[in-house]
């Protein structure tokens, strides 16, 4: 099975897709041929790259466990299954922070504020974790390429930062959501001149494009960890800001898509050549039933438990789509875009 990985960004819910590659990393006839990943599909990325290049899979799955409990998650032997039956669930959790008066204080200062007021003291939190990464291996030859997408403040577009490029700075820049951190400035991929870059979600969550060349193979495995879609009507300002922060960020990968499906419709109906376009068969790995019942709150607070149910559902999710989908790998799209877009 060899294919890439698109790895959507989405703050501490990225702890879903160390789930996710914990268990594809399982897979002994497995072969992860490129990553695509934006702000905590980055993060994951390069911790898996940096391992793989250390020692293999086994080695990927020990630097993602590190990765995470730099960000507050407890290691399996910490808490004991008995003592996380008394604790509240993930969306639970999400609700009650959501509600607490520290938190609505800090998102009301959100509004007055900037990061920048913060003048000479401020400091990125995530860059204690990202220096530690080792960068010789993540730019290494062997094991996945890799492909980190940021947005360019300037122009607005989408940068992709891969091979020696990808930095401590181009990690940060990728996972900079602007009302948190100061913008992060370093060398443009495009031009080489220093720039300053936000969040990659804005533009591309992930990106698809980087991942069509013609030495990978077709095949993209999405991890989603924004829902694609709630069933309920948003009505209180808490869950007008989940929906809307969840539209922003799913915007970029729904364009994609899109245009992944107009030429898959194209190629059948014999007016486009499979040698003119590449047609990338498209799967996904999710838990949305999970994932509606969390908030931004979640996504910007750590809560060490959460981060384990979601580590957990992910490596549930990633069970499911190989004991469903494992045949289909090179074969055929296991993902109806169709039905998504109409």
Known sequence: MRINLGLQGGGAHGAFTWGVLDRLLQEPDLDIASISG?????????ALKSGWAMGGAEAARE??????EQMGALRDDRLPHWMRAWLPDAGQTGHMLSMSPPYLMADALSGLTTPYAMGPVYENPLRRVVDRFHYDRICADQGPVLFVGATCVRDGKIRIFQDEQITSDALLASACLPTLFQSVECPDPKTGKQEAFWDGGYTGNPALFPMFRDDLPADIVLVNINPLERKSQPVTPHEIQNRINEISFNSSLLRELRAITFVQGLIEQGRLS???????RIHMIADDALMTRLSVATKLVPIPHVLQELKDAGRDAAETFLNNHRADIGIRQTSDLRTMFG
């Open 38 to 46: 934006t702000s905590a599909g980055a993060l994951n990325a390069a």
């Open 63 to 68: 630097n993602l466990d590190w990765l995470w």
């Open 274 to 280: 499979d040698d003119a376009m590449r047609s990338p």
